[in-house]
């Protein structure tokens, strides 16, 4: 009879252990309802530009041309956010620099409720879930180079000239 007692209770302690291990293992807000990776659509007025995102070390990250969508990692190591920088160059157009940076995730604070202390101080900060990008699209125009006319040739017939600017002709000889 003891025998028995004592396998039940053993079997009541492993079923108690694997219970604790997958709650520990498993409970994080953040990482459960949200996510570590983010999209961010970059869309440019004129399209085709090379957009390059660097970030806060300076790693270049992504290089491609516009429209895209990146997915950027929020977190950049234990209880630390990332930050990105967008440049958006063209030739013929002013280069732009977009910064983009990440949050606190509301998430993070279901943790007191649904996660406990292991979501709070080690799973959503080791993962990046307790931060979120704090943009999900760029939309962005670029500027045309002061300067930058395009040169071009017509040629008329005298009579089509107004008579005010007939004065500011010049003539061309061989």
Same mark, same amino acid.
């Given at each position: 009879?003891d025998?028995?007692?004592s396998?039940? %209770?053993m079997?009541?302690?492993?079923?108690?252990?694997?219970?604790?291990?997958?709650?520990?293992?498993?409970?994080?807000c953040?990482s459960? $309802?949200?996510?570590?990776?983010?999209?961010?659509?970059?869309n440019?007025?004129?399209n085709?530009?090379?957009?390059?995102?660097?970030?806060?070390?300076?790693?270049?990250?992504?290089?491609g041309?516009?429209?895209?969508?990146i997915?950027?990692k929020?977190?950049?190591?234990?209880?630390?956010?990332?930050?990105? !920088?967008?440049?958006?160059?063209?030739?013929?157009?002013e280069?732009?620099s977009?910064?983009?940076?990440?949050n606190?995730?509301?998430?993070?604070?279901?943790?007191?409720?649904?996660?406990?202390?292991?979501?709070?101080l080690?799973?959503?900060?080791?993962?990046?879930?307790?931060?979120? !990008?704090?943009?999900?699209?760029v939309?962005?125009t !670029?500027?045309?180079k002061?300067? %930058?006319? %395009?040169?071009?040739?017509?040629i008329?017939?005298?009579?089509?000239?107004?008579a005010?600017?007939?004065?500011?002709? $010049?003539?061309i000889t061989?």
């Amino acid at each position: 009879m003891d025998n028995l007692k004592s396998i039940k %209770q053993m079997k009541n302690l492993t079923k108690s252990l694997f219970v604790a291990a997958f709650i520990c293992l498993f409970s994080s807000c953040a990482s459960i $309802v949200s996510k570590s990776n983010w999209p961010l659509t970059v869309n440019t007025n004129p399209n085709g530009v090379k957009v390059e995102v660097t970030d806060k070390r300076g790693a270049t990250v992504f290089e491609g041309l516009s429209p895209t969508t990146i997915y950027l990692k929020s977190g950049s190591g234990f209880f630390s956010s990332q930050s990105y !920088l967008l440049k958006l160059t063209m030739e013929g157009y002013e280069t732009k620099s977009i910064p983009v940076k990440c949050n606190l995730n509301g998430w993070y604070f279901g943790n007191i409720i649904f996660g406990g202390l292991i979501g709070i101080l080690i799973v959503d900060p080791a993962t990046g879930a307790m931060y979120k !990008l704090e943009k999900e699209i760029v939309n962005e125009t !670029l500027e045309k180079k002061d300067g %930058q006319t %395009q040169a071009s040739l017509e040629i008329k017939d005298i009579k089509d000239i107004p008579a005010s600017m007939i004065q500011h002709l $010049v003539k061309i000889t061989q």
